[in-house]
Structures are given as C-alpha cells and as structure tokens.
Antibody, heavy 119, light 107 residues
Framework: QVQLVESGGGLVKPGGSLRLSCTAS????????MSWIRQAPGKGLEWVSY????????SYADSVKGRFTISRDDAKNSLYLQMNSLRAEDTAIYYC????????????WGQGTLVTVSS | DIQMTQSPSSLSASVGDRVTITCRAS??????LSWYQQKPGKAPKLLIY???TLQSGVPSRFSGSGSGTEFTLSISSQQPEDFATYYC?????????FGQGTKLEIK
C-alpha cells in the first residue's frame, strides 16, 4: 500500500538548519510530483513547496523562498526539504504528499514530522 | 497569489443534519479545487478533487460542486465521524493555497 514516512524533525535554534526526509513506498515514486505542506500548532495548512517528476521544476511559497530547498532522489524513493535560516514562525508539522501532475490534488500524505524552532 | 476564503470558519451541526461549506477563490481556478478532512493529530485526508469527483473510498454523503471562483462541499447527513476540520485547496497556480479551514463541531 502507499506509504509516505517523514523524518528529520526536531528542535533547532533560530538561524539553524534542518533537513527533512520523506521516504515513499508502495508506488512508483518517479511517476509523481511531490510536495511539502506544513501546519503551525493550532493553525491551518500552508503549502510550502513542490518538485516535478524529473526535478526540472520546483516552486516555493514566498515565506520560505531563498531559505528552503526541495529535492528528490528517485533511486532512494526519497523527497527532501533542506531548511536553512530557520525562524520561530517555521515551527510546524511538515507533511509530504504526492500528486499525479503539477495541478493535481494530493491523494496521499505522510503522518508528518514536527519542527520546532526555539532558543 | 490566489486567496482562498472558506465560510463559515466554524459550524455546529447535529447528527443527521445537511451541512454545506463554501470556498471562494480570488480569481478563477477552473475546477482545480480539492477538499480535505483533518481530524486532530492526523494528516489531512482527500475527500473531493477537481471540484466534484469523490475520492475512492469516501462515503457518498460527501459531494462537491462549483467552478470558477465559487465552490461548495456538502455532507448530506452528518455522521459522528464527520466532525473534523475541512480545508479547500486550489492547484491552479502556485502557491497552491489552502482556505483557512472550517471546523465542524457537534451541536
């Protein structure tokens, strides 16, 4: 069955860095666009970034542009989010999700990994 | 960016009630609108995609309609397991913005 498992979250100081991973199984990873979506504690969902099937196209929310980098390794069935210059407002649960195409809906989501930015 | 506005922000309903949630886009998004259900401590779950197509496995009491800028999610007969927060999302243009959510509570 389709599974997405995020990892790499934790406590980091403001200005620090963290790399999130999302490991996929149960489907052909290279056939899908992949996204990161986050949710601050008690708040709504915020789309963060996505990457095309061949990594030739990426897009970012303005709130993370220039600080976060999305990437993928199809040989490892893995999606990544490199987060630099972290701020308190980046504190959130980070979910990865898959889509069949660039305008596509996210039909499967991981369970999320919590990132806390605090001194 | 395309702004998505849901109404109401919260809603109290009884089991068996018909419930309707509205999502408005700041510009036309054709039918590239999805609805998600989220329960506390869980990841969002896809209910409806492309405005009106029911995701496999989702009960038929859920339905979606609309195109352009105005969309609705309806639950024909609210069940106890439907009490959750609902989000719309547009995938017409990046950033793929979400509505602020509608929390459906038991009356």
């Amino acid at each position: 069955q389709v599974q997405l498992v995020e990892s790499g979250g934790g406590l980091v100081k403001p200005g620090g860095s963290l790399r999130l991973s999302c490991t996929a199984s149960g489907f052909t990873f290279s056939d899908y666009y992949m996204s990161w979506i986050r949710q601050a504690p008690g708040k709504g969902l915020e789309w963060v970034s996505y990457i095309s099937r061949t990594s030739d196209y990426t897009s970012y929310a303005d709130s993370v542009k220039g600080r976060f980098t999305i990437s993928r390794d199809d040989a490892k069935n893995s999606l990544y989010l490199q987060m630099n210059s972290l701020r308190a407002e980046d504190t959130a649960i980070y979910y990865c999700a898959r889509s069949e195409y660039s305008e596509g809906y996210s039909d499967y989501w991981g369970q999320g990994t919590l990132v806390t930015v605090s001194s | 960016d395309i702004q998505m506005t849901q109404s109401p922000s919260s809603l109290s309903a009884s089991v068996g009630d018909r419930v309707t949630i509205t999502c408005r886009a700041s510009r036309s998004i054709n039918s590239l609108l999805s609805w998600y259900q989220q329960k506390p401590g869980k990841a969002p779950k896809l209910l409806i995609y492309e405005a009106s197509t029911l995701q496999s496995g989702v009960p038929s009491r859920f339905s979606g309609s609309g195109s352009g800028t105005e969309f609705t999610l309806s639950i024909s007969s609210q069940q106890p397991e439907d009490f959750a927060t609902y989000y719309c999302q547009q995938t017409y243009r990046t950033p793929h913005t979400f509505g602020q959510g509608t929390k459906l509570e038991i009356k």
